[in-house]
């Protein structure tokens, strides 16, 4: 639909220190369509950040924020009395406000015997569902505040073997405090821990790695979707290895095959209510098991004067597949009559 934007940003530096900033607004009307415009689809969207930093011999060190603000008009189906099919909404007025904040602290310090690289990260995100401009309270209110820390050491090389060593730490927390909640509140803590090595020579390379990762939730009592305080606990140890022969000058022959690992999320694990944002009624299962993965790849790169050409070729195998359904029944919502289809994840092999 008609719309507009602009953006505008500013970078500079001072002798060691740098700096840099940028802000843009964008707004749009309702979407078209070869049946005309679909009402209540527009959206307006603000972004902005900022960053100083210093960069010395010692390493470098810097400081980021960054904004994200959206209103997001949902459009709606409703049945059509005159034809008995499903039509666009004419009077539909649900939308969405979505904010995220972002302050990233970053810092490289160099040494004779390694490189190690710190990460803070700290996020909020807030999700808020109203049913029109005239109602002040949120029909759906999710706010999730996350705290990602890591440090990362890249060790010199051990004649011709050179790695990185890690540890990291995600914590998140979730408040549901909307009228009506999607999912429950819940806390949560990830442990990883990896180590990847490389042993490289003139005409041949191996590479490899392990890691280890635990994640704990735990999720509050919640009344409205049948839930008591419930902890779920995954765990795995995943790896991959590889080779690359470079049996030309700029051309080689590559093969990798690795293992892989995600739990559940708690929304695929709790949810029990309308999802506005797909118009389904989104039902979890507490009972999922983490998806794995196995993965092999394999390909040729060769490059002579001006050709330059790959072909490769992949599989991959997903254990316990985490996917949404529908169940054939459908749910009826009392406060505005509208029907959405129910969904219900359940898990699957899938390659």
């Known amino acids: 639909g008609p719309g507009g934007a602009g953006a505008v940003s500013l970078a500079g530096a001072t002798g060691a220190i740098g700096y840099r900033g940028s802000f843009s607004y964008r707004q749009a009307g309702n979407t078209q369509t070869p049946d005309g415009a679909l009402p209540n ?9 900022t960053l100083v930093g210093i960069s010395e011999k010692w390493g470098m060190l810097s400081l980021r924020f960054a904004h994200y603000d959206m ?11 005159a034809t008995g099919k ?34 803070i990260a700290y996020q909020q995100n807030r999700r808020r569902e109203f049913e029109n401009s005239t109602i002040a309270d949120a029909r759906l209110s999710l706010q999730l505040d996350t705290l990602n ?10 004649g011709p073997l050179i790695g990185t060593i890690g540890l990291n730490h995600v914590n998140q927390r979730n408040q549901t405090l909307g009228n009506e909640p999607l999912i429950p509140g819940y806390t949560s803590n990830s442990y990883g821990a990896y180590v990847f090595e490389e042993l490289r020579f003139d005409a041949f390379s191996i590479l490899g790695g392990v890691r280890g990762d635990t994640r704990i939730l735990d999720a509050k009592e919640n009344a409205a979707l049948s839930l008591a305080n419930q902890r779920v606990q995954n765990s795995a140890v995943t790896g991959a290895v590889g080779a690359v022969w470079r049996f ?11 293992r892989g690992f995600r739990a559940p999320t708690a929304f695929e694990l709790f949810s029990n209510g309308v999802h506005e944002g797909t118009n389904t009624f989104d039902i979890g299962d507490a009972n999922l098991k983490p998806e794995t993965t196995l993965t092999t790849d394999t390909g040729l790169r060769v490059k002579q004067g001006i050709f330059h050409g790959e ?9 316990n597949y985490i ?19 129910e969904y219900r994840n359940r898990q ?4």
Do not use: C, W
């Open 41 to 49: 689809s527009a959206h307006t969207n603000l972004n902005g950040s």
């Open 71 to 81: 209103k997001l008009n949902l459009p709606a189906a409703v049945t059509d009395n």
């Open 86 to 119: 499903m039509i666009a909404d004419p009077n539909a007025t649900l939308y969405q406000k979505v904010a995220h904040d972002r302050l990233h602290l970053r810092s490289v310090l160099n040494s004779d015997f390694a490189k190690i690289e710190i990460n």
């Open 149 to 158: 820390s890591e440090v990362k050491i890249h060790h010199a090389p051990l």
């Open 248 to 258: 030309a000058k700029q051309s080689s022959l590559f093969a990798n095959v690795g």
């Open 311 to 319: 072909i490769n070729g992949y599989y991959n195998k997903i254990d």
């Open 323 to 341: 996917f949404a359904t529908p169940t054939g029944s459908t749910f009826n919502d009392p406060e505005t009559g509208n029907l959405f289809p």
């Open 348 to 351: 699957g092999n899938a390659s």
